[in-house]
């Protein structure tokens, strides 16, 4: 059986994203409304990275992100695609928040 990085390869600058979903409890156990845990950016987890864009002068720019990361989505944006009955997102590079540590 094949992993879906395996089978959808992102090309150029784009990274494939599985999303986390955002919890729906605090650490302490309070049950937070659905609004307040799907406002504003989304974490996801990188599950595939194209190998990066090319310059004017034709070199290789890599892309910023890897295979394992934790990154900052925006709100919206991106391109949703499913595999195997599972959803992801693609974005490019550029259209990437932040890395989470």
Known sequence: MSTPARRLLPLLDRILIEKIIPKKTTPGG???????????????????????????????LPT?????????????????????????MIFRDDEILAKVE
């Open 30 to 60: 309070v049950l937070l409304p659905e609004s307040a845990a799907s406002k504003g950016a989304v974490e996801g987890k990188v599950v595939a990275a194209g190998p990066g864009a090319y310059s004017r002068d034709g070199k290789l």
């Open 64 to 88: 910023s992100c890897k295979v394992g990361d934790t990154v900052l989505l925006p709100e919206y944006g991106g391109t949703q695609v499913k595999v195997d009955g599972k959803e992801f």
